[in-house]
């Protein structure tokens, strides 16, 4: 008997001043068996650096097939592919043909450097790739903000990241490799 996804769901409220988006998400994930709390969390923290209204989490871990998150247009092209962790080098030579832009949040403080020293080079050939690195301590701070059920925001200003709840913020670290 296979194990089922854990149903998490969040109100998330993202005030983007840089971008000047202001938009309330009702969404739901779902914590697959395999999957880490702390990687569900820095899917969310995607979503809401890069919110709009066409924004749509993959089908999960199982379907390769699939982003971490993506946009898309009417006509089902991939304008925007985000991948999370640190996917191989055939997975994202593949998501830069077949999107406008790739985004990668990589995490992980002792494998990101190295899967990134393994990889760079040939990430470096791609013009529409960029990556993020999320600081230990940004991704200790959003599991500790991880409920079954959420109510957050996300504030963005001059490059300042903050994901919070009423009880608890958190300043995103982000460093672009």
């Given at each position: 008997?296979?194990?089922k ?11 983007d ?8 998400h009702?969404?739901?994930l ?22 709009s ?9 199982s ?8 946009r ?8 925007l592919?985000?991948?999370?962790g ?38 470096q ?18 599991v500790?903000?991880?409920e ?9 200003m001059?490059g ?5 709840n ?10 672009q490799?």
């Amino acid at each position: 008997m296979a194990l089922k996804s854990t149903v998490y769901k969040a109100e998330l409220q993202v005030s983007d001043m840089d971008r000047h988006y202001y938009q309330s998400h009702m969404l739901t994930l779902a914590l697959h068996p395999s999957e880490t709390e702390e990687r569900m969390m820095i899917r969310l923290l995607a979503f809401a650096l890069n919110a709009s209204d066409d924004l749509m989490f993959g089908r999960g871990l199982s379907t390769e097939e699939d982003a971490a998150l993506w946009r898309k247009d009417l006509t089902d092209h991939i304008q925007l592919w985000i991948d999370v962790g640190l996917p191989d080098d055939k997975r994202i030579k593949k998501a830069s043909h077949r999107s406008d832009e790739v985004l990668i949040y990589c995490y992980g403080e002792r494998t990101a450097p190295i899967w990134w020293e393994q990889n760079r080079r040939k990430i470096q050939t791609f013009n529409n790739v960029r990556v993020c690195y999320i600081s230990p301590d940004t991704c200790e701070g959003l599991v500790s903000l991880c409920e079954r059920t959420m109510q957050l925001h996300c504030n963005i200003m001059d490059g300042d990241i903050s994901l919070g709840n009423d009880r608890n913020s958190v300043t995103v670290q982000l460093e672009q490799w």
